[in-house]
């Protein structure tokens, strides 16, 4: 696992305050309701932060953010180097 996965991951667990569950990068987070849309907007930041990209949020739909893997390939795909 990369550290960017990693913080992504402690950022997920901070935000969704289920003492006990088990996440990795692939746990569904949006289709099983962990995450809402608010929070999405909290992940969406901090992954601008970890990959230090720019990513247009109209160019992001919340099936990108489903598990931090698909966040992460999301970055890649549609971020652009910050300056």
Do not use: W
């Amino acid at each position: 696992m990369t550290s960017e996965a990693q913080q992504m991951l402690d950022q997920v667990a901070k935000l969704i305050r289920k003492p006990g569950l088990q996440l990795d990068e692939t746990t569904p987070l949006v289709s099983s309701g962990l995450i809402d849309s608010m929070t999405l907007v909290d992940l969406l930041l901090k992954l601008e932060d970890v990959t230090n990209k720019r990513i247009p949020a109209g160019r992001v739909q919340p099936k990108d953010m489903n598990t931090v893997a698909l966040m992460l390939a999301t970055a890649e795909r549609v971020g652009k180097p910050k300056k």
